[in-house]
Nanobody
Framework: VQLQASGGGLVQAGESLRLSCEAS????????RGWYRQAPGKEREMVAT???????NYEDSVKGRFSISRDIRKNAVYLQMNSLKPEDTAVYFC??????????WGQGTQVTVSS
């Protein structure tokens, strides 16, 4: 099973993007879905996660600007990004983690925000 991420691109500061990530098949036991990002020269960091019960968690710098959602039937996760800033520039990766401890990663989608 692979995760296919899409929706990245080049935008100006203040604009919005919506990232999508869908699994190519069924993944049994997913309990956490999330988005991470990695900027050049930096470590990968958590952006947002969502549990099956809908509980969300956000990195401090994106609170109030980003919103994560999921479609459990499609094994999909989405990230609505509003009021984008140049410091949001990074490669964004989607992730799905199962209750058995296995983690699936998408291939990454580039988000570039110009000032």
């Amino acid at each position: 099973v692979q995760l296919q991420a899409s929706g990245g691109g080049l935008v100006q500061a203040g604009e919005s993007l919506r990232l999508s990530c869908e699994a190519s098949g069924k993944i049994v036991g997913v309990n956490v879905r999330g988005w991470y990002r990695q900027a050049p020269g930096k470590e990968r960091e958590m952006v947002a996660t969502i549990l099956n019960n809908g509980l969300t968690n956000y990195e401090d710098s994106v609170k109030g600007r980003f919103s994560i959602s999921r479609d459990i039937r499609k094994n999909a996760v989405y990230l609505q990004m509003n009021s984008l800033k140049p410091e949001d520039t990074a490669v964004y990766f989607c992730s799905q983690k199962t209750a058995y401890g296995r983690v699936y990663w998408g291939q990454g989608t580039q988000v570039t925000v110009s000032s």
